[in-house]
């Protein structure tokens, strides 16, 4: 019988990837789970994945299930730990069983950002000399800029934000694009140069936000994440991970989002692109935030028919030749 978590004083493990902006985030949820429940202990247990550990290969080829997020979740199922927390837009929207997402934290701004190096500190994305190297080991933001800046050239960058940014400093690319979210919790917002806007660059479904992932049937576990829920960036990512689960695609696939939340409605935009980013689908809906699931699967239906679904299984093909 599960006791619930005032009866019992006991030890909680949090599970994190080893990485500097992982354990930042953890050790945040750490810290404010402490705060509101100061008689339980919470450990932090760091293990790596297999996305940490394959650096010299590019995110797409590799595969996108669960690579920053299998070892954790075999950690809870295991009961080495009991839960564990994630950036939102690496876990998949299809969680194994016996698992569920449990809890979505308040948002950091979830935009893309252009960090220059200093030869280009006079620059902004759409005044970057035509042949300038941009770095991204994203799908998503490889197509949409394409897509924009065809003019552009552009290089897969690995590695943690660190070695990435010594990449850019050495010389090695021109300028990369990272997330404004991962730059500010790592007290790095001076290398944000221009904070890319949805116009040019919607970003990943759940990116800024964390995801608590535990057991199911864990209600004391569950209770406690709970406590960090923040209701409006909760309806914003089931919206778009219920988008991106209706269109099948993992998240190393060329599909982008943006949400906002207005009163009592949510506004979803969606969009698929070709890798070469030469055809690029884009719509949005509206509706009641509490059915945020539902508008999800409703804009996926609509993509699917202006043509997603060929340009989804064209990339997967052509990522499987490569």
């Given at each position: 019988?599960?006791t619930?978590v005032s009866?019992?004083t006991r030890?909680i493990?949090?599970?994190s990837r080893?990485?500097q902006?992982a354990?930042?985030?953890?050790y945040w ?5 402490q705060k509101?429940?100061?008689?339980i202990k919470?450990?932090?247990h760091t293990?790596s994945?297999?996305?940490d550990k394959?650096?010299?290969v590019a995110?797409a ?10 070892e ?6 295991n009961h ?7 950036s939102?837009k690496?876990?998949?929207t299809n969680l ?10 308040e948002?950091?701004?979830?935009a893309d950002?252009?960090?220059v190096h200093e030869n280009h500190?006079?620059k902004?994305?759409d005044?970057?000399p035509?042949?300038a190297v941009v ?8 197509a949409?800029?394409r ?10 960058i ?6 990435r940014?010594q990449k850019?400093d050495?010389?090695q690319?021109d ?11 790592l ?8 904070v890319i806007?949805a116009?040019i660059?919607?970003?990943a479904v759940?990116?800024?936000?964390l995801g608590l992932e ?5 209600t004391e576990i569950?209770?406690?994440v709970?406590a ?5 960036t909760?309806q914003?990512c089931?919206?778009?991970?219920a ?5 099948e695609g993992g998240?190393?696939?060329?599909i982008g ?6 009163g009592?409605r949510?506004t979803?935009t969606?969009?698929?692109a070709?890798l070469?980013?030469k055809?690029?689908i ?10 945020a699931e539902q508008l ?6 609509k993509?699917?028919q202006q ?16």
């Amino acid at each position: 019988m599960t006791t619930s978590v005032s009866a019992q004083t006991r030890t909680i493990r949090i599970a994190s990837r080893k990485s500097q902006l992982a354990l930042v985030q953890t050790y945040w949820v750490q810290e404010e789970l402490q705060k509101r429940f100061p008689d339980i202990k919470f450990e932090v247990h760091t293990m790596s994945t297999q996305g940490d550990k394959i650096l010299d290969v590019a995110l797409a080829k590799i595969g996108d299930k669960g690579l920053f997020t299998k070892e954790l979740e075999v950690g809870m199922l295991n009961h080495d730990t009991d839960m564990a927390v994630h950036s939102l837009k690496d876990l998949p929207t299809n969680l194994p069983e016996g698992l569920m997402l449990g809890c979505v934290t308040e948002r950091e701004d979830p935009a893309d950002a252009l960090v220059v190096h200093e030869n280009h500190r006079d620059k902004q994305l759409d005044t970057l000399p035509p042949g300038a190297v941009v770095g991204t080991s994203s799908l998503r933001r490889l197509a949409q800029l394409r897509h924009n800046f065809p003019h552009l050239e552009f290089k897969d960058i690995r590695g943690n934000l660190n070695t990435r940014l010594q990449k850019l400093d050495e010389g090695q690319y021109d300028a990369i694009i990272l997330a404004v979210a991962g730059l500010k919790r790592l007290g790095m917002a001076d290398r944000i140069h221009q904070v890319i806007p949805a116009e040019i660059s919607l970003h990943a479904v759940g990116q800024g936000a964390l995801g608590l992932e535990c057991r199911e049937g864990d209600t004391e576990i569950f209770e406690v994440v709970k406590a960090l829920e923040h209701t409006v960036t909760a309806q914003r990512c089931h919206s778009e991970r219920a988008f991106l689960r209706e269109l099948e695609g993992g998240c190393q696939v060329p599909i982008g989002v943006n949400t906002m939340v207005e009163g009592d409605r949510l506004t979803l935009t969606g969009m698929v692109a070709s890798l070469d980013g030469k055809r690029l689908i884009k719509d949005t809906v509206t509706g009641q935030a509490s059915d945020a699931e539902q508008l999800g699967i409703q804009l996926a239906h609509k993509l699917k028919q202006q043509g997603a679904e060929e340009i989804l299984a064209e990339i997967f093909a052509e990522v499987q030749r490569s």
